[in-house]
């Protein structure tokens, strides 16, 4: 099932309206008007030291639908949960881009890499490592997908014994640049993948804040436009899960992370974190989940 791209522009510029996107909304609105479908990005999707829990996010994608985001705004060569090619076949579409000069594509990489016990994740008889290695001669450029791609995340966790690092991590040791956008979030939200890869296409590369993510959606922390500031700057404050007020005595880390969630919601904008009274577990942050004693919840003062 398709959406036509009149009912996509209507929606998206229903949604941006309504969650006050007025920066954003203009120039996505007429990247897809303009969409020339002989220019969409290819894609590679792979996924290392991962629980695919971004690639589910994204198949939650409601505008556009993600069948319509990989087949109208995107081509899918491969991803390892959704390509109908498997085994060598699929071995052989990947080796033709990355290895070959098959043309232009884009990397998408879910996951954190396990430099340290690089056999933890192969593909065939070639290592995640290598490929991304290799990846960084003939790839366009690279997006790392959700916060154990970007920042190492779960499986970076302090005592990993796989040595996970992130993809910006990897490079860096190699010495290599290539151009790379970081989408961090554990999950990443389906429209900062997908509004993404439509402006790399159609307007540019977005204005990167200093981890490489896209200001449009990581420009500012949840804390700025969280609509219980007041509460916070009132000094109403919640003192157990289910009382009204701002979350920080109970560990919220909304003034640590930087996500436009307040004012995308989650879920086709059905909800999110602190409008479900649950305190920011900070998922877009550098920190989440790193060290052994980083509880989702806690008590503000504590760690
Ligand atoms: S609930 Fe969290 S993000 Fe919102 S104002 Fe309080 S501390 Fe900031
Ligand atoms: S509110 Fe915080 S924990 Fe929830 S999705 Fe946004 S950044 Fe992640």
């Given at each position: 099932?398709?959406?036509?791209?009149?009912?996509?522009?209507?929606?998206?510029?229903?949604?941006?309206?309504?969650?006050?996107?007025?920066?954003?909304?203009?120039?996505?609105?007429?990247?897809?008007?303009?969409?020339?479908?002989?220019?969409?990005?290819?894609?590679?999707?792979?996924?290392?030291l991962s629980c695919?829990?971004?690639?589910?996010?994204?198949?939650?994608?409601?505008?556009?639908?993600?069948?319509?985001?990989?087949?109208?705004?995107?081509?899918?060569?491969?991803?390892?949960?959704?390509?109908?090619?498997?085994?060598?076949?699929?071995?052989?579409?990947?080796?033709?881009?990355?290895?070959?000069?098959?043309?232009?594509?884009?990397?998408?990489?879910?996951g954190a890499?396990p430099?340290a016990?690089?056999?933890?994740?192969?593909?065939?008889?070639?290592?995640?490592?290598?490929?991304?290695?290799?990846?960084?001669?003939?790839?366009?450029?690279?997006?790392?997908?959700?916060s154990c791609?970007?920042f190492g995340g779960i499986p970076a966790a302090e005592g990993n014994l796989t040595g996970a690092v992130s993809?910006?991590?990897?490079?860096?040791?190699?010495?290599?640049?290539?151009?790379?956008?970081?989408?961090?979030?554990c999950?990443?939200?389906?429209?900062?993948?997908?509004?993404?890869?439509?402006?790399?296409?159609?307007?540019?590369?977005?204005?990167?804040?200093?981890?490489?993510?896209?200001?449009?959606?990581?420009?500012?922390?949840?804390?700025?436009?969280?609509?219980?500031?007041?509460?916070?700057?009132?000094?109403?404050?919640?003192?157990?899960?289910?009382?009204?007020?701002?979350?920080?005595?109970?560990?919220?880390?909304?003034?640590?992370?930087?996500?436009?969630?307040?004012?995308?919601?989650?879920?086709?904008?059905?909800?999110?974190?602190?409008?479900?009274?649950?305190?920011?577990i900070g998922c877009?942050s550098p920190i989440f989940a790193r060290k052994r004693d980083f509880p989702f919840?806690?008590?503000?003062?504590?760690s």
């Amino acid at each position: 099932m398709q959406i036509k791209r009149r009912q996509f522009l209507k929606m998206a510029a229903a949604m941006s309206a309504a969650f006050g996107l007025g920066g954003f909304s203009a120039p996505v609105a007429a990247a897809l008007k303009s969409l020339d479908p002989n220019k969409i990005p290819r894609l590679i999707y792979l996924q290392g030291l991962s629980c695919s829990g971004c690639s589910v996010s994204l198949l939650q994608s409601e505008n556009p639908s993600p069948l319509s985001m990989i087949t109208d705004y995107s081509q899918l060569l491969f991803h390892g949960d959704l390509s109908a090619a498997s085994g060598r076949r699929a071995l052989e579409v990947i080796d033709a881009f990355i290895d070959g000069n098959a043309g232009d594509y884009f990397l998408a990489i879910e996951g954190a890499i396990p430099e340290a016990m690089p056999e933890a994740c192969m593909f065939g008889e070639k290592t995640f490592a290598s490929y991304i290695e290799d990846a960084a001669a003939t790839m366009a450029g690279v997006i790392a997908i959700g916060s154990c791609a970007t920042f190492g995340g779960i499986p970076a966790a302090e005592g990993n014994l796989t040595g996970a690092v992130s993809l910006p991590e990897f490079y860096k040791k190699r010495n290599l640049k290539p151009l790379m956008i970081t989408i961090p979030g554990c999950p990443v939200h389906p429209d900062w993948v997908w509004h993404t890869i439509t402006h790399i296409v159609k307007v540019g590369i977005p204005k990167l804040n200093q981890y490489a993510s896209p200001e449009i959606f990581f420009g500012k922390k949840v804390h700025e436009t969280c609509p219980r500031y007041h509460d916070f700057q009132e000094e109403v404050l919640a003192q157990k899960l289910g009382d009204e007020g701002c979350l920080f005595k109970l560990g919220c880390l909304g003034p640590d992370s930087f996500a436009d969630c307040p004012t995308r919601w989650w879920n086709g904008g059905q909800t999110w974190c602190i409008d479900a009274n649950a305190p920011c577990i900070g998922c877009t942050s550098p920190i989440f989940a790193r060290k052994r004693d980083f509880p989702f919840y806690r008590q503000n003062g504590s760690s």
